[in-house]
């Protein structure tokens, strides 16, 4: 099992940046290659959405709405991910989670995912 442990989260005012980092470990005894992380987001009432994702080669995908303003990248030697939270917005309040696609080594697929971290942009 992979597990992911996300942090970077909290109260901002609008047009204030976050720095968010998740951070992927693997239990022991276990092999495991992650393919993408990417961190999504979701407010009550509403379905979680991609907001950003990168793979080993660094490949990346936003969502319309965050283009522009974050950043996503990633430390494969960590197997750490962050994303860079720029000129944040009201909108932009929600819980962001922290996801891992994964292969072990008989080449079953995974995907894990953090507790989550509070991102609240209000004056």
């Known amino acids: 099992q992979v597990q992911l442990v996300e942090s970077g989260g909290g109260l901002v005012q609008p047009g204030g940046s976050l720095r968010l980092s998740c951070a992927a470990s693997?239990?022991?005894?276990?092999?495991?290659?992650?393919?993408?992380m990417g961190w999504y987001r979701q407010t009550p009432g509403k379905e979680r959405e991609l907001v950003a994702s990168?793979?080993?080669?660094?490949?990346?995908n936003y969502a319309d709405a965050v283009k522009g303003r974050f950043t996503i990248s990633r430390d494969n030697a960590k197997n750490t991910v962050y994303l860079q939270l720029n000129s944040l917005k009201p909108e932009d309040t929600a819980v962001y989670y922290c996801?891992?696609?994964?292969?072990?080594?008989?080449?079953?697929?995974?995907?894990?995912w953090g507790q989550g971290t509070e991102v609240t942009v209000s004056s």
């Open positions: 996801n891992a696609r994964y292969i072990n080594v008989f080449q079953k697929e995974y995907d894990s």
């Open positions: 990168t793979t080993r080669t660094g490949s990346t």
């Open positions: 693997r239990s022991a005894g276990s092999a495991f290659r992650i393919n993408t």
